[in-house]
């Protein structure tokens, strides 16, 4: 089992940032790649993005790509998502997930955190 904890979520005007962190127990946080994703009212979750278990693959949604990055500290058994520019319609519970494969595909991912909420402001 892996536990996942997500925080740094919160209410910021729109173009600013946030960090978002999620916190990884159990098993070897570096066997593990991990994804970003988010879910808006009324919506279904979707992928922002997921990074490699050494950290040396990142690959993101386009509607992110060029204002979000994802990083990990394997030491800290860590995974961060810096957003920038952020925009209302970024608003979304976000979700870090862990899967022992590099995927994109929500199903592919067995761990979930219990997610933070994002909320940009017009």
């Known amino acids: 089992q892996v536990q996942l904890v997500e925080s740094g979520g919160g209410l910021v005007q729109a173009g600013g940032s946030l960090r978002l962190s999620c916190a990884a127990s159990?098993?070897?946080?570096?066997?593990?790649?991990m994804g970003w994703f988010r879910q808006a009212p009324g919506k279904e979750r979707e992928f922002v993005g997921r990074i490699s278990r050494s950290g040396s693959m990142t690959s993101y949604a386009d509607s992110v790509k060029g204002r979000f990055a994802i990083s990990r500290d394997n030491a800290k058994n860590t995974v961060y998502l810096q957003m920038n520019s952020l925009k209302p319609e970024d608003t979304a519970v976000y979700y870090c997930?862990?899967?022992?494969?590099?995927?994109?595909?929500?199903?592919?991912?067995?761990?979930w955190g219990q997610g933070t909420q994002v909320t940009v402001s017009s």
């Open positions: 159990g098993r070897t946080f570096s066997n593990y790649a």
């Open positions: 997930a862990a899967s022992v494969s590099y995927s994109d595909y929500l199903g592919s991912y067995n761990y």
